[in-house]
């Protein structure tokens, strides 16, 4: 019999036990004793966020998943083997991103507190971990099975998504390539290495070898400068010439060009390869898992940064976040504050500030960095202060309004939207710019995304005579347009009628026993809506240009 398909758990809530009778007794509330007991405690226990569920010790290689959970990666590697799905992960080939931030948070609360950098554990020790947090009976069964897990060929976690995101972390003189990765076909099992290895190096393209060497070795700035700019000239050739360049050789030299000063002069032309490069699909999520993102979003936070590299930067992000895989791991990589910042402040050019917004309109359809702009501080004032202001660009306010309504899909991002006057200044945009359609959609999206779920709404409304601007949409607009149904569920939400009532509870009548809601605006009208809008804004503001 074939192998069953993996199993979701859920990890169980470990409860201390009561004390026994004949356990000495507390000392008192206020004894010196029972201070130092808890001061102790206090200093021993660490950041829940910095221990992983599975192994319920401090993480030393914390990667992050799609979902946005994080755990020990040789934990998940145990999982993959023993054919278990932790909570977050969809499948066992699911690409897993080195949490680089949370890595050295932890190394910075070890050095306050005295304690000894976590080392990985054991292949052995994960497995045992991932055991002791299974269910018994299945436990039980795969304890019975483990001598065939452990003489079958399959024994470590080599699919093809994690193999390329640990890339980086462990020989890849092991790793053979998809056809997708060099251009070569998948090789069978008992083909000989050595020609494995010949045929990939024949599909490696010459340019490689000479912007590496460069990078690395050359003496004289300016052959980088050379050796860079020829490359930004050979991804605009072809697509094919784009996916040969996209190797991890190459992302790496690439990466050593933005983080090194000495070679800032490069830094445009190392931008603009980059953006080249995100314009093929195959190359999305490689670029992300070779570790590009943190020099990127360091090209953005530089104040030295010229602002042509500032622009392609933010270009480069937009199109690494078109892939879906790829948003949760740029948002935990830091990406999020810089492109706030670029978006928002008028002082920077509007090519990059378009690309900026577009970036974060994509990374905040995921649910968990619509928290990490609510969360902020500032973000959500400077969102609304950009779309109501009448001396921006329309498309810039456009993209403005575009996250804030992507922002209020979450409870946080409610919350935090309408502490920030975010009913009043919407209602404001409805009220006064009359002749943009296309704002009047984002507004009405807004306000319907903010009647969802939140007592609140309905009052900021009244005061700020909400009901007005949206009676006119609703008047102004033919049946069947997506603005005008937004418009009257709004009202509805606003008067508390019976077929919204659910929606001003968290609940709507549209989500069906057992949808899950959270994080989303589930209305068949606004999914339609936007996904009408990100089609269009995909095309007009599109990763599509070579530079």
């Known amino acids: 019999m074939g192998a069953g398909r993996p199993r979701r758990w859920k990890l169980p809530f470990h409860r201390s036990a009561p004390s026994s009778p004949s356990s000495?007794?507390?000392?008192?509330?206020?004894?010196?004793?029972?201070?130092?007991?808890?001061?102790?405690?206090?200093?021993?226990?660490?950041?829940?966020?910095?221990?992983?569920?599975?192994?319920?010790?401090?993480?030393?290689?914390?990667?992050?998943?799609p979902s946005g959970q994080t755990y020990e990666r040789a934990c998940l590697q145990a999982c993959a083997e023993l054919a278990f799905l932790p909570p977050g992960m969809g499948s066992a080939s699911d690409a897993v991103i080195p949490n680089a931030a949370l890595k050295a948070a932890i190394g910075t609360w070890c050095a306050r507190s005295g304690r000894v950098v976590p080392a990985p554990p054991s292949a052995d020790a994960a497995r045992e971990a991932v055991l002791r947090a299974m269910p018994a009976d299945a436990a039980k069964s795969v304890r019975t099975r483990r001598p065939a897990l452990a003489s079958s060929s399959n024994s470590s976690y080599s699919?093809?998504?994690?193999?390329?995101?640990?890339?980086?972390?462990?020989?890849?003189s092991e790793i053979i390539p998809a056809e997708d990765e060099v251009g070569v076909k998948p090789v069978k099992e008992g083909t000989?290495?050595?020609?494995?290895r010949e045929q990939v190096e024949m599909a490696v393209d010459p340019l490689e070898d000479v912007v590496v060497a460069k990078v690395m070795d050359a003496e004289e700035e300016e052959e980088v400068v050379l050796a860079v700019a020829g490359l930004r000239e050979a991804t605009r050739e072809s697509a094919e010439r784009r996916r040969a360049l996209c190797t991890p050789r190459m992302l790496g030299a690439l990466r050593?060009?933005?983080?090194?000063p000495r070679h800032a002069s490069a830094r445009v032309d190392a931008t603009a390869a980059l953006v080249n490069l995100t314009l093929e699909p195959?190359?999305?999520?490689?670029?992300?898992?070779?570790?590009?993102?943190?020099?990127?979003v360091e090209v953005l936070r530089s104040s030295t940064s010229p602002p042509e590299a500032r622009e392609h930067a933010a270009g480069a992000l937009f199109g690494l976040a078109l892939n879906e895989d790829n948003r949760a791991a740029i948002g935990v990589l830091g990406a999020v504050p810089p492109l706030l910042d670029l978006l928002t402040s008028p002082a920077h050019a509007a090519p990059a500030r378009r690309d900026a917004g577009m970036a974060l309109y994509h990374l905040s359809l995921a649910a968990v960095n619509q928290s990490k702009i609510a969360r902020f501080p500032g973000a959500p004032k400077a969102l609304l202060a950009v779309a109501s202001s009448a001396a921006e660009r329309m498309p810039i306010r456009r993209l403005a309004l575009?996250?804030?309504?992507?922002?209020?899909?979450?409870?946080e991002g409610r919350a935090a939207l309408m502490d920030a006057g975010a009913v009043a200044a919407v209602t404001a945009i409805l009220s006064h710019d009359t002749r943009s359609a296309e704002l009047d959609e984002w507004c009405v999206a807004a306000m319907y995304a903010m009647s969802r779920g939140s007592l609140r709404f309905r009052g900021l409304a009244r005061a700020a005579g909400a009901d007005a601007a949206l009676r006119r949409v609703a008047e102004e607009c033919a049946p069947g347009i997506v603005r005008r149904d937004m418009a009257r569920k709004t009202l509805r939400a606003m008067r508390n009628e019976a077929d919204d009532a659910a929606d001003l509870t968290g609940s709507s009548l549209e989500c069906g026993d057992g949808d899950d809601c959270a994080g989303s605006i589930v209305s068949d009208g606004l999914m339609s809506f936007r996904r009408r809008q990100r089609e269009l804004g995909s095309s007009s503001c599109g990763n599509t240009a070579e530079f």
Do not use: Q, W
């Not at 999520?285 to 990127?296: M, S």
């Not at 804030?404 to 899909?409: F, G, S």
């Open 192 to 196: 000989n290495k050595d020609a494995v």
């Open 159 to 172: 699919s093809p998504a994690s193999a390329a995101s640990t890339s980086s972390y462990t020989s890849s």
């Open 24 to 65: 000495p007794p507390d000392p008192e509330p206020h004894s010196p004793a029972r201070s130092a007991v808890v001061v102790v405690a206090e200093e021993e226990a660490p950041p829940a966020e910095f221990v992983c569920s599975i192994l319920g010790a401090l993480m030393a290689d914390p990667v992050i998943l």
């Open 282 to 296: 195959a190359n999305k999520v490689r670029i992300v898992r070779a570790g590009a993102v943190p020099p990127l």
């Open 402 to 411: 575009m996250v804030v309504c992507n922002v209020a899909a979450c409870t």
């Open 256 to 260: 050593r060009v933005l983080l090194i």
